[in-house]
């Protein structure tokens, strides 16, 4: 029984490392495991997506890659128990696995006919794999059954069962490679130069970082983020590969005169650099779905009075190179905030992961209405014509950030010690700024916090209060109030449709 299981996990392996392989001379999105992946995503509903997130957190597609495995594993075990020698049982459930594998592949964006060929051809080979070995295994014996006795047939076995899982490994690692050789992302991202901003960003006063300078809250968040721990949420399970060679960003619809730019034409452009908080529409109260960084780039209102938009287009319907769109208002893009199109982050170019070679970055608006990464298309459009990837799954066709604060320190259930304690947490409403913050005592009062200097209205701000903290249990509530003057939503409400509100709060003990 362990041999026929290991024959048909051995088959499956065959499967996806062969179909790895022939993908890289297709394009990624061949790849049956990742377009099965994809598929995945893109079919969940929206409070699947916000259960992975919530759950699993920037670890939602690693869990997802995990769970795939666990039940193409069990799949396999299966099709290795019940194949026989010329009854391919097992044969047909990897035949099964294959079909949905073509199905997703060929439901990738601009995907033809040719992408399937790949994982037929794989498919093909693991039941072939399957059933010459289940037929060296089965050696005809009174009674029938597999063999327990023929010491021949069973080192033929193994020997067949070794052959095959080197092949599979070692086309796994092939076709990762030459997909990795083929695209020439990172070799093209080595030689890479940032280019140098004509239009800087300003430099950050010590006040405004509370892990630096003499009043340092130790625990308290970073002002900038580092590229390393910016939190990454998209739909691309894998990361799109794109050099500057072959970006080109088409921009049509609603204009004067429709363009398709190269990377070289962005040279025309003013380079701007500016440091400008993202947050996912995702993030839960006191959540760590935000980011503040220093982007360069060229901004977007340019570009688009470059093509002439039509006074009667509201929508600017951007498109991954992977397939995935998103609808920003055009209004927002023109209304004078830095919206970029970036190609570098905290001064290098843009991780692989966040987008490179170009993404968007569009200060007020959570990233699924503004954030492109790997964009490659602008359609000037309508909402009442068109809808981008998350409003066809019920998210608001419009989303500001909401006002949002965030205890930082001291942590959850601390146990802290009686006397002066220093709480200390980050609070954003981005292209609206933060007036102040102020936190309060087990229901009590309000009372003003310390702000940070404020930076900019388009980055987060920084907060601290010194807490004459008496002996028990007590819970900390924190809220802002934005530069106009409106105090954050405490009625606690979840992400969808358009971004949860409500009060963060920590619970810390008092010695």
């Given at each position: 029984?362990?041999?026929?299981a ?6 499956a ?16 999105d ?7 992946g994809a598929t995945?995503v ?15 957190g ?12 666990v039940?193409?594993?069990?799949c396999?075990?299966v ?23 073509v199905?997703a592949?060929l439901?990738?964006p601009?995907?033809?006919?040719s ?8 498919v093909?080979a693991g ?9 060296v295994?089965?050696?005809?014996r009174?009674?029938?059954g ?5 010491g ?8 067949v ?10 086309a ?7 997909g990795d050789?083929?695209a020439?992302?990172?070799e093209?991202r ?5 280019p ?7 430099v ?13 809250v130790?625990g ?17 399970l ?13 921009v049509?619809g ?15 452009f003013e ?38 938009v ?6 600017l319907?951007?498109?991954s190179v992977d ?6 208002p ?5 209304d004078?905030?830095?919206?970029l ?43 009442d014509r068109?809808?981008?990837y998350w ?7 419009q ?24 709480v200390?947490?980050t609070?954003?409403a981005?292209h609206?700024?933060i007036?102040?913050?102020?936190i309060?005592v087990?229901?009590?009062?309000w ?9 900019s209205?388009d980055?987060?701000?920084?907060w601290?209060w010194v ?8 819970r900390l ?5 934005d530069?106009?003057g409106?105090v ?12 949860a509100?409500?009060?963060h ?5 008092v010695g």
């Amino acid at each position: 029984m362990l041999s026929r299981a290991g024959a048909g996990v051995v088959a499956a392996g065959l499967v996806l490392g062969l179909g790895e392989l022939l993908a890289a001379t297709t394009g990624p999105d061949a790849s049956p495991y990742f377009a099965v992946g994809a598929t995945t995503v893109d079919r969940a509903p929206a409070w699947a997506r916000e259960f992975a997130i919530g759950t699993f957190g920037t670890a939602d597609k690693p869990a997802l890659f995990v769970g795939m495995s666990v039940l193409l594993a069990t799949c396999a075990v299966v099709a290795g128990l019940i194949e026989r020698p010329r009854r391919p049982y097992g044969g047909a459930l990897l035949a099964a696995l294959g079909a949905v594998g073509v199905y997703a592949v060929l439901n990738r964006p601009g995907a033809t006919a040719s992408a399937a060929v790949p994982t037929v051809i794989a498919v093909v080979a693991g039941m072939l794999f399957l059933q010459f070995a289940i037929r060296v295994l089965w050696t005809p014996r009174r009674g029938g059954g597999p063999s327990s006795s023929s010491g021949i047939d069973r080192r033929r076995f193994l020997a067949v069962l070794g052959a095959g899982a080197a092949v599979a490994v070692a086309a796994g690692a092939a076709g990762r490679y030459l997909g990795d050789r083929l695209a020439q992302v990172l070799e093209d991202r080595s030689r890479f130069r940032v280019p140098l901003a004509a239009d800087a960003a300003p430099v950050v006063p010590s006040g405004s970082d509370l892990t630096t300078g003499p009043r340092a809250v130790p625990g308290a968040t970073s002002f900038v983020t580092t590229n390393r721990d910016f939190y990454r949420i998209d739909t691309a399970l894998q990361v799109p590969r794109l050099t500057t060679a072959d970006w080109r960003l088409r921009v049509h619809g609603m204009v004067d005169g429709e363009t398709t730019l190269t990377w070289d034409d962005l040279a025309g452009f003013e380079v701007v650099e500016r440091l400008v908080t993202l947050t996912c529409v995702s993030n839960e109260i006191g959540g760590d779905l935000a980011g503040n960084a220093r982007w360069t780039g060229y901004r977007m209102s340019e570009i688009l009075d470059r093509v002439g938009v039509r006074p009667d287009a509201d929508m600017l319907l951007s498109t991954s190179v992977d397939g995935f769109t998103v609808g920003t208002p055009v209004a927002v893009v023109r209304d004078g905030r830095d919206a970029l199109l970036a190609v570098a982050m905290n001064g290098e170019p843009l991780p692989l992961e966040h987008g490179y070679p170009a993404r968007q970055v569009v200060p007020g608006l959570y990233g699924y209405v503004s954030a492109t990464k790997w964009v490659v298309d602008w359609e000037l459009t309508r909402f009442d014509r068109a809808q981008a990837y998350w409003t066809q799954r019920g998210w608001a066709p419009q989303g500001p950030i909401r006002t949002a604060s965030r205890i930082d320190v001291p942590a959850p259930f601390a146990r802290i010690t009686a006397g002066p304690v220093v709480v200390a947490g980050t609070a954003w409403a981005q292209h609206r700024g933060i007036g102040r913050v102020e936190i309060r005592v087990d229901g009590g009062p309000w009372q003003e916090t310390e702000p940070a200097t404020e930076y900019s209205a388009d980055t987060w701000r920084q907060w601290r209060w010194v807490w004459d903290a008496s002996p028990g249990e007590h819970r900390l509530e924190v809220r802002a109030v934005d530069g106009t003057g409106a105090v954050q939503d405490e009625q606690r409400r979840p992400p969808v449709p358009d971004g949860a509100t409500g009060l963060h709060s920590r619970t810390v003990t008092v010695g």
